[in-house]
């Protein structure tokens, strides 16, 4: 069992920026994938981005690209997300989780996530 907790969402304004965190109790050989996915209200969840341990695949849904960057503490066990010029539409409740998809294509894809966080809300006003 591989606990999740997040930390650092909050209330911003539009161009604002926010740094998440998300601290694993371990990493096992099936949790080498840390993502982080979004909810909004009345709307699905979706994937945001993901990093392998290791630190060398990342992905990113093309709306964050060039705004959010996602890394790597080892030694803390700590995924974070800077987030950078939000936007209102970014509004949501941020997860991370952790698994292992098989290919780089696959991180995106939420069944492939073992263990989730509870999530921690970013409000972006305009």
């Known amino acids: 069992q591989v606990q999740l907790v997040e930390s650092g969402g909050g209330l911003v304004q539009a161009g604002d920026s926010l740094r998440l965190s998300c601290a694993a109790s371990?990493?096992?050989?099936?949790?080498?994938?840390m993502g982080w996915f979004r909810q909004a209200p009345g709307k699905e969840r979706e994937f945001v981005a993901a990093?392998?341990?290791?630190?060398?695949?990342?992905d990113y849904t093309d709306s964050v690209k060039g705004r959010f960057t996602v890394s790597i503490d080892n030694a803390k066990n700590t995924v974070y997300l800077q987030m950078n010029s939000l936007k209102p539409e970014d509004t949501a409740v941020y997860y991370c989780?952790?698994?292992?998809?098989?290919?780089?294509?696959?991180?995106?894809?939420?069944?492939?996530?073992?263990?989730w966080g509870q999530g921690t809300q970013v409000t972006v006003s305009s």
């Open positions: 989780a952790t698994g292992a998809p098989v290919t780089a294509q696959a991180m995106s894809l939420q069944q492939n996530y073992l263990y």
């Open positions: 371990a990493r096992t050989f099936s949790t080498r994938t």
């Open positions: 990093i392998s341990w290791a630190g060398g695949t990342t």
